[in-house]
């Protein structure tokens, strides 16, 4: 099933940020408005976020029980057209394993299809397989596993295509106007002052 990129597919020349699989699944506009339309304003929901990856962005890699643990890891993949950061790798004895730094509580579904992208590109550049990471919730603080299974491969190379092509056509979806637009982080709720001269 894994083809990877099909070289004369809609949009093949076009690398994808791994964060956008994030955003599209989250909301296929909000990745089109800051990946197609590149806008983006600071909102509180943003800058948590932000604070909570400098920590782990900023420390130093260290090795912990045999384990070398290295942060801020730049990520590609030629075969899926991928690039981006890992937050966290642990070098395993059985494969990388990647660890994704959420400032929120909601872990699970769109933040396990980035992580997922993080290990196809893991598995391609170091050639080992990986099966496992997980994705680290400041809310609660502590780790929630992610077991990379077929099903959710699938999903996520699903994902990269329907990211690739968005931006191949720079398509921007209407506003979906539920729930989830107070929270988004390209120009709801912007934090008080901005744009103020």
């Known amino acids: 099933m894994d083809t990877g990129r099909d070289p004369a597919g809609e949009g093949a020349e076009i690398d994808i940020p791994i964060s956008a699989l994030e955003h599209f699944s989250y909301c296929p506009r909000q990745c ?7 806008t ?14 400098r920590r782990v962005d900023h420390a130093a890699d260290t090795v912990a029980r045999g384990i070398a643990h290295v942060r801020s890891l730049e990520l590609w993949s030629e075969r899926y057209g991928l690039r981006g950061k890992a ?7 059985e494969g990388p394993y990647p660890v994704e730094y959420k400032s929120g509580p909601a872990v699970g579904g769109h933040a396990d299809i980035q992580l997922c992208a993080q290990a196809l590109c893991l598995e391609e550049m ?5 099966a496992a990471g997980a994705a680290f919730s400041h809310a609660d603080r502590r780790r929630h596993p ?8 699938a999903a996520t190379e699903s994902v990269i295509e329907a990211v690739r092509g968005q931006i191949a056509r720079q398509e921007l979806p209407p506003a979906a106007d539920d729930a989830r637009c107070p929270t988004c982080g390209v120009g709801q709720h ?7 001269d």
Not at 87 to 93: A, K, T
Not at 146 to 153: N, P
Request: charged share 20%; proline share 8%.
């Open 126 to 130: 170091f050639g080992q397989p990986v």
């Open 40 to 53: 983006f304003q600071e909102n509180v929901f943003t800058v948590r976020g932000q604070i909570a990856h």
């Open 146 to 153: 992610v077991r990379f299974t077929s099903e959710l491969r």
């Open 32 to 38: 089109a408005l800051i990946h197609v339309e590149q």
């Open 87 to 93: 937050d966290l790798v642990e070098f395993r004895p």
């Open 190 to 196: 912007p934090l008080p002052g901005a744009g103020e």
